[in-house]
């Protein structure tokens, strides 16, 4: 099972990206039980973001929303009002059922954001 998140980039404060994460495992059947969204700044701990349940961090409710549409793999973190301090690199995960492994939790490699003042 493969998580690929994308979308990430350099922004203005004030401005918006939309991230994208899609699961994948080729030739195995698989279902996607959850997804969710972390982040890494520069020198702190991985911290959760925002979940398929719309718990959000409380740094970033109400300018950052988990989107899902009918691609059932693919979800979305659309970011507005970004901050200097919304820098870090973005991770996706997400738990996921194969028959090989059960319901596991899996992480995408991750993608850059970049706010700058």
């Known amino acids: 099972v493969q998580l690929q998140a994308s979308g990430g980039g350099v922004v203005q404060a004030g401005g918006s990206l939309r991230l994208a994460c899609t699961a994948s495992?080729?030739?195995?059947?698989?279902?996607?039980?959850?997804f969710a969204w972390y982040r890494q700044g520069p020198g702190m701990e991985r911290e959760f973001v925002a979940d398929?349940?719309?718990r959000y961090a409380d740094s970033v409710d109400g300018r950052f929303d988990f989107l899902r549409f009918s691609d059932e793999n693919t979800v979305y973190l659309q970011m507005n009002k970004l901050r200097p301090e919304d820098t870090a690199v973005y991770y996706c995960?997400?738990?996921?059922?194969?028959?090989?492994?059960?319901?596991?939790?899996?992480w995408g490699k991750g993608t850059q954001v970049t706010v700058s003042s």
């Open positions: 995960s997400g738990n996921v059922w194969t028959r090989a492994e059960g319901s596991t939790d899996y």
């Open positions: 398929g349940r719309h």
């Open positions: 495992a080729s030739g195995k059947r698989f279902k996607v039980n959850s």
